[in-house]
T-cell receptor
């Protein structure tokens, strides 16, 4: 069974541009979580989607947004890119929304903002 | 004080040594995750446990819910175990978002 996939693997943008990152969850998983890992920093929760709705977001500006499609894949959009947005963006999926359910991570998208 | 704290931050071991990484948390949780992150950045979920102990190969994870403490043990460590190990707890609010420890960077020397 395929795991969580993310695309692209690497993305290079310049300040002020927009970036779009994509995530496909494991088949049957309805929840998608986005996390940011900036250089030298720990993982931070960004966004949570379940059943097509944004359920919660972390302490990030509105420039960070996304959506979840009917097939449960998800897109993360970062507008007006800033240098400090350079980070590894990880997507995870889980079955449903119970805290008991394990989250499975994708390989990540490394975003570099020049 | 961070909600999830790990120790040590860095750990160097000789191949074959028994390794222990600790995680303490102050939030109410339903389960705790242990994750492994290799230098390329990808994260692998090692364990999710809500009580007792789990074993997978040379890895053992234990949790004490009353004491809010978990440990990850690696027996007969090997250089390929070199990675960052992260514990994470899902908050028991409506989000179940993961709160991460700062990670333990393990280097196993041959």
């Amino acid at each position: 069974e395929a795991g969580v996939t993310q695309s692209p693997t690497h993305l290079i943008k310049t300040r002020g541009q927009q970036a779009t990152l994509r995530c496909s969850p494991i088949s049957g998983h309805t929840s998608v979580y986005w996390y940011q890992q900036a250089l030298g920093l720990g993982l931070q929760f960004l966004l949570w989607y379940d059943e097509g709705e944004e359920r919660n977001r972390g302490n990030f500006p509105p420039r960070f947004s996304g959506r979840q499609f009917p097939n449960y894949s998800s897109e993360l959009n970062v507008n007006a890119l800033e240098l400090e947005d350079s980070a590894l963006y990880l997507c995870a999926s889980s079955i449903g929304t119970s805290g008991i359910n394990e989250q499975f991570f994708g390989p990540g998208t490394r975003l570099t903002v020049l | 004080k961070n909600e999830v704290e790990q120790s040590p931050q860095n750990l160097t071991a000789q191949e074959g040594e028994f390794i222990t990484i600790n995680c303490s948390y102050s939030v109410g949780i339903s389960a705790l995750h242990w994750l492994q992150q290799h230098p390329g950045g990808g994260i692998v979920s090692l364990f999710m446990l809500s009580s007792g102990k789990k074993k997978h190969g040379r890895l053992i994870a234990t949790i004490n819910i009353q004491e809010k403490h978990s440990s990850l043990h690696i027996t007969a460590s090997h250089p390929r175990d070199s990675a960052v190990y992260i514990c994470a707890a899902p908050l028991m609010d409506s989000s179940y978002k993961l709160i991460f420890g700062s990670g333990t960077r393990l280097l196993v020397r041959p």
